[in-house]
């Protein structure tokens, strides 16, 4: 059987790291805010190239204390992309912001700078990008429409640790990226876990202050806060995997590669281009016939997931807030899209079995 992810095989290679920054940790006796976190902020930020990194509890806390941040009059709008996982849009809902979603590219599956004008209005203060499936957006035009109208940028870089565009790493290019440490990310923890990054040290530290309840000294509450702070455990395996995330990046492109190289053209593909470096958080493919093909992959022993089979504008959660929308092309995505294996502990063996069956379907 190829499983599509199994996390114990995934994080096997750090089992004897992991126990060493656990019994460290444990023996330190500071399980809150301490000096695992701040090593594990330190570095990531460096990583990404961003001068400051908050840990918090999740990468939904990290989007929506990121738009908290802002304290946008209740009821702004905010652009986010109608093609993404819910919480992206849970996030601006929270936050009591206006969710307004705009198309994607369809052959990026990432937000369409070329829509992106028409959804701005004068209640429009911020746009929250995905990079999704490990592909960043196309980051130099939206960064240049949030210039011409005085926008905030939000980047949701829960499945794109360490993806660039032209060079520069998602996460570093607007105001705030919001990261997920989620198990199945390329960098996961052993539980929940999220950041922000930014460049701006005011932001930064309103966000330390946020997650916090509200405080930058004990028992002194400046503003109305949460209690979202990254633990000293989930900071310890993090720093353990930080450091091998390049290595778990180009071990997953290599699979990629041999999808890419090896997939006959009945299958619709990730697009490629020299602008962008992708780290394959997921590999998707594409065809009309996605739930035959699930089922016989699983014949064959090989198990594949859908991100995501209900798009967000038809849950149940969004009734009168996105199902008044239409989304043909976020529709066309979600009812086509199957996703591959293509874990850290899968081999190239695995995938040119999995290719091999594609190729006969």
Request: charged letters at 25%.
């Amino acid at each position: 059987m190829v499983e599509y992810e199994n996390l114990g095989k995934l994080n096997k290679s750090f089992f004897s790291d992991y126990e060493s920054a656990f019994k460290a940790t444990l023996e330190s006796g500071w399980y809150i805010l301490g000096n695992q976190v701040n090593e594990f902020e330190k570095n990531f930020a460096k990583y990404c190239g961003t001068a400051h990194c908050a840990g918090l509890a999740s990468g939904l806390d990290a989007l929506i204390i990121a738009l908290k941040a802002f304290e946008f009059k209740k009821g702004s709008q905010v652009i986010l992309p109608s093609n993404t996982y819910i919480a992206t849009i849970l996030a601006a809902i929270q936050a009591g912001l206006e969710p307004v979603l705009v198309e994607p590219d369809i052959n990026t599956y990432n937000i369409d700078p070329e829509k992106i004008r028409a959804a701005i209005t004068d209640k429009t203060v911020a746009i929250v990008v995905v990079h999704l499936y490990g592909k960043s957006c196309e980051m130099d035009k939206i960064t240049q429409i949030c210039k011409e109208h005085r926008l905030k940028l939000v980047e949701d870089v829960a499945q794109a640790h360490g993806a660039e565009f032209k060079g520069k790493r998602t996460g570093s290019f607007g105001e705030f990226g919001a990261f997920s440490f989620y198990p199945t990310k390329n960098l996961g923890a052993l539980g929940d876990g999220g950041s922000l990054n930014t460049n701006d040290k005011d932001l930064d530290e309103k966000v330390r202050m946020l997650r916090n309840y509200g405080s930058k000294v004990k028992y002194v509450n400046e503003v109305i806060g949460y209690n979202s702070r990254l633990d000293e455990v989930q900071a310890a395996f993090l720093s353990v995997k930080l450091k091998k995330l390049d290595q778990i990046n180009d071990h997953k492109r290599k699979l990629a590669r041999v999808y890419l190289d090896n997939i006959k053209e009945d299958f619709i593909k990730p697009v490629e281009h020299e602008d962008y470096f992708d780290v394959y958080h997921i590999f998707n493919v594409r065809h009309p016939k996605r739930d035959q093909l699930r089922e016989y992959l699983l014949n064959k022993e090989i198990k594949a997931e859908i991100h995501y089979p209900i798009p967000p504008h038809e849950q149940l959660a969004m009734k009168g807030i996105l199902d008044k929308g239409h989304y043909p092309i976020s529709d066309e995505i979600h009812k086509t899209t199957l996703s591959l294996p293509i874990s850290y502990f899968h081999t190239v063996d695995d995938i040119y079995q999995v290719t091999e069956a594609l190729n006969k379907f």
